[in-house]
């Protein structure tokens, strides 16, 4: 390989690897069996994790697919960004429905879908407007 090449596959790393690190985060943690007896702060707790956890996700996603060599506004690539969340949530619910003491429930999907989607428009407002690059629209801090 080249130095460009070395370069773009450091770069590459740097957004993507974030996502997979804590999509593995999620898989690991939904593992374990669910602690009896423990009483939550309040109800509804397990909603607000659910949405915050997937709030980072839904940051964590969109950052690295504004970096990708795509034709599509950062709108859409935020559509995307919700989708692919709303997704894995679903594969972790249904994940957790295999695990003692867990289980599947739509609730949670929803405030993954909903954490995710705040996740995504949160970064794409406080990035604020897209910018040309000399290879596609992208959202960055101080790149060119």
């Known amino acids: 390989m080249n130095r460009k090449a070395d370069s773009k596959l450091v770069r590459n790393l740097f957004y993507r690897l974030p996502v ?7 898989y690991i943690q939904s593992s374990f069996p669910g602690v009896a007896g423990i009483e939550p702060p309040f109800s ?11 709030s980072l996700l839904g940051v ?18 935020a559509g ?24 599947c429930e739509a609730l949670d999907l929803l405030a993954d879908a909903a954490g995710g989607a705040v996740g995504a428009y949160v970064y794409l407002t406080l990035k604020g407007p897209a910018r040309k690059t000399g290879r596609k629209t992208h959202i960055h801090e101080g790149e060119s």
């Open 60 to 77: 964590l996603t969109l950052r690295a697919l504004l970096r990708e060599d795509l034709s599509v506004s950062p709108s859409v690539l």
């Open 20 to 26: 997979l690190l804590y999509c593995a985060l999620i």
């Open 80 to 103: 995307i960004a919700v989708v692919f969340c709303t997704l894995y949530g679903l594969s972790d619910e249904i994940h957790q429905s295999f695990v003692s003491g867990r289980s």
């Open 44 to 54: 509804g707790f397990d909603k607000v994790l659910h949405f915050a956890g997937y």
